[in-house]
């Protein structure tokens, strides 16, 4: 039902207008079953990725967007971004995902998401989230209470020239090429890399870049 309408039926007791982004149709179609069976939710629709939902946001306005982080195409917290940047309250974004790293917990939460929970979650913890949030209430998943309470910020972890080797890498340098440019060995720029895997909670270049770019570091 990825990008449709759930239903436009109404019912007397419905309290939250609820969308569903997730780019796993087991997983959608699991969420929108589950709410749809809380009497005091109703899903107006669900979409596979982070460009469908905004469209489907737009288009249904609902209370509460649960929301994906890591999807092909518009990822979510690219999405939650770009949703703040129309408004900054209306809908609320809980982020249901798999992904614990701080870098994924803090990016969602720095683009703008109400909540945090990981997909292994309780049912009735989702729930309590979203009737939680819509009520102005925090619904925060305890890794990301962790986060909050560290400070952690990996922008001020990587060195001088862990952020060059990053810079160039970014700018579709070889490890080979890096290394000539800032005139160290090969083997240097993958010990560099692998530590900058580490601070950003990645494991390829593809992936740091991308990181990299959402921190405003390249």
Do not use: Q
């Amino acid at each position: 039902m990825s990008g449709a309408d759930a239903g436009s039926g109404t019912v007397e007791d419905v309290t939250v207008r609820a969308v569903v982004v997730d780019d796993h149709p087991v997983v959608r179609d699991g969420l929108v079953a589950m709410l749809g069976a809380d009497p005091g939710i109703e899903v107006v629709g669900s979409a596979e990725d982070g460009s469908e939902g905004l469209r489907l946001i737009e288009r249904t306005d609902p209370d509460i967007v649960l929301m994906d982080l890591r999807m092909p195409g518009t990822g979510g917290t690219e999405a939650i971004r770009r949703l703040r940047s129309r408004d900054r309250e209306r809908p609320r974004v809980l982020v249901l995902t798999t992904y614990d790293t701080d870098r994924d917990i803090r990016g969602a939460l720095e683009a703008g998401a109400d909540g945090f929970l990981l997909k292994d979650a309780r049912r009735e913890d989702v729930l309590r989230a979203v009737h939680d949030l819509t009520a102005g209430r925090p619904a925060l998943a305890a890794a990301a209470l962790a986060v909050l309470a560290s400070g952690r910020d990996p922008r001020r972890e990587l060195s001088a020239r862990e952020i060059e080797v990053l810079r160039l890498v970014a700018d579709g340098c070889t490890n080979r090429a890096v290394g000539s440019r800032l005139g160290i060995g090969e083997a240097t720029v993958k010990t560099h890399l692998g530590h900058v895997y580490e601070k950003l909670g990645v494991t390829d270049r593809a992936s740091a870049v991308r990181t990299a770019w959402e921190l405003g570091l390249v």
